[in-house]
């Protein structure tokens, strides 16, 4: 039986660290169809949203608990963050249909709603900002070599203003703004240098109001769940981050 699906199509996703998964004639021949009316065979593709689904449940990580070494406390266990690979899968089971529609060879990606910085069972890489919250202290880190530090004030420790730890990303960066309004924060502040990190709208800044930083000041005098940074410090920083880079507070 001759037909156009035969030499068969093989579809490759070679984008899981060190893995790939890939669709290929084993796969397809058991749901091939065969009409012996018209000596046709026909491919159903019922099959392809479970096979995503198995993808989803095999590579993703966002909202995973992840073990994260920091600089000063050892290994410490880091639950929930933005960041993290989860793939959209209605977007890639249409993606899988088309390509399998075409009978031909492809090698693609996942078609993605959020995303980390690397595959493989560490996403978060050797770039990335460090926080902690109870040294009150950040840390850059540069292709695994310590590049900026420094004292911070994170989020005064009340349910409505303490900064939100977990794995974040940076996801914006912004110059010369203003942050909050009187009306609805009850503050609004210029800064000069903005990086948000997560959802809570909460981010990097300078904070220029302040003279001090770092110790217990966050206790008593903690910000809105923003982490205030040294204006010097702030600017350096700004020119390293860049979208996408993890932000790993704890």
Not at 32 to 48: G, H, I, Q, R, S
Not at 188 to 215: C, E, I
Not at 227 to 249: D, Q, R, T
Request: net charge positive; with cysteine; charged share 25%.
């Amino acid at each position: 039986i001759h037909h156009p699906i035969i030499p068969p199509c093989i579809v490759t996703f070679p984008s899981f660290g060190e893995d790939s998964e890939i669709i290929d004639w084993e796969k397809i021949k058991k749901h091939l169809e065969y009409n012996p009316d018209t000596a046709v065979l026909t491919l159903k593709t019922k099959w392809v949203r479970n096979f995503v689904r198995q993808l989803g449940s095999k590579y993703n990580t966002y909202g995973k608990t992840r073990k994260f070494k920091t600089t000063k406390d050892g290994k410490v266990t880091i639950h929930g963050g933005i960041m993290g690979w989860w793939i959209n899968e209605d977007e890639t089971v249409k993606q899988l249909k088309k390509i399998l529609k075409k009978k031909k060879s492809k090698t693609v990606e996942p078609i993605y709603r959020n995303v980390a910085a690397q595959h493989g069972k560490d996403d978060i890489g050797d770039t990335y900002v460090e926080i902690s919250i109870k040294r009150q202290h950040l840390w850059f880190y540069k292709d695994g070599k310590l590049k900026l530090q420094s004292d911070v004030v994170t989020g005064k420790l009340t349910k409505d203003r303490k900064t939100t730890v977990g794995v974040h990303r940076i996801y914006g960066k912004q110059r010369d703004r203003y942050l909050g309004t009187m009306a609805v924060q009850g503050y609004r502040s210029f800064v000069h240098y903005w990086m948000p990190f997560n959802w809570d709208g909460q981010g990097l800044h300078d904070a220029t109001w302040r003279s001090k930083f770092g110790g217990n000041l966050y206790k008593t005098g903690g910000s809105h769940g923003c982490v205030n940074l040294p204006y010097s410090f702030a600017g350096k920083l700004y020119e390293e981050v860049s979208i996408g880079m993890p932000v790993v507070v704890y």
